[in-house]
């Protein structure tokens, strides 16, 4: 399999051959916060055949644990833990094709948004919401 991705603004890219070991959504307190989003989406990826372009910075949000993300847009690409030492896991957003994602599982429910279960009965729009409703 051949995969690709990139940050926002392009200055990092990544590609990779090789098999898939992950997909799955994380819910976990971190993510949220480190992501500013409700969950994040990852692919796991073998440490040796996936290869970066560009500058990352790194920030270990707990002991041996490292968050990668782009220093020029701030697009969050990678999670790497030593509890996995041959693994990253890159956020699928970043993949070329976010469509061709597909989950297989999601974690650390525990700490899911309760407001998710709601979801499907939220009113949905096409485009930006075009005036919000006056309280
Ligand atoms: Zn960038
Ligand atoms: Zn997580």
């Given amino acids: 399999?051949?995969?690709?991705?990139?940050?926002?603004?392009?200055?990092?890219?990544?590609?990779?051959?090789?098999?898939?070991t992950r997909n799955l959504v994380c819910h976990c307190?971190?993510?949220?916060?480190a992501t500013s989003s409700p969950f994040t989406a990852f692919l796991g990826m073998r440490l040796e055949q996936i290869n970066?372009?560009?500058?990352?910075?790194?920030?270990?949000s707990s002991p041996g644990t490292f968050r990668g993300f782009c220093p020029s847009c701030?697009?969050?690409l990678y999670f790497r833990s030593d509890k996995w030492p041959s693994e990253v896991h890159v956020h699928?957003?970043?993949?070329?094709?976010?469509?061709?994602?597909?989950?297989?599982?999601?974690?650390?429910?525990?700490?899911?948004a309760k407001w998710l279960d709601r979801l499907q009965s939220i009113p949905a729009h096409d485009g930006f919401q075009q005036a919000p409703k006056r309280r």
Avoid: K, N
């Fill in 52 to 60: 970066w372009s560009g500058d990352i910075t790194h920030y270990e």
């Fill in 74 to 76: 701030g697009t969050r």
């Fill in 92 to 112: 699928a957003a970043t993949m070329t094709d976010p469509a061709e994602y597909r989950p297989d599982a999601q974690v650390l429910m525990r700490s899911r």
């Fill in 1 to 20: 399999m051949a995969l690709s991705g990139h940050c926002m603004c392009g200055a990092v890219t990544w590609t990779y051959s090789g098999s898939v």
């Fill in 29 to 33: 307190a971190d993510c949220q916060r």
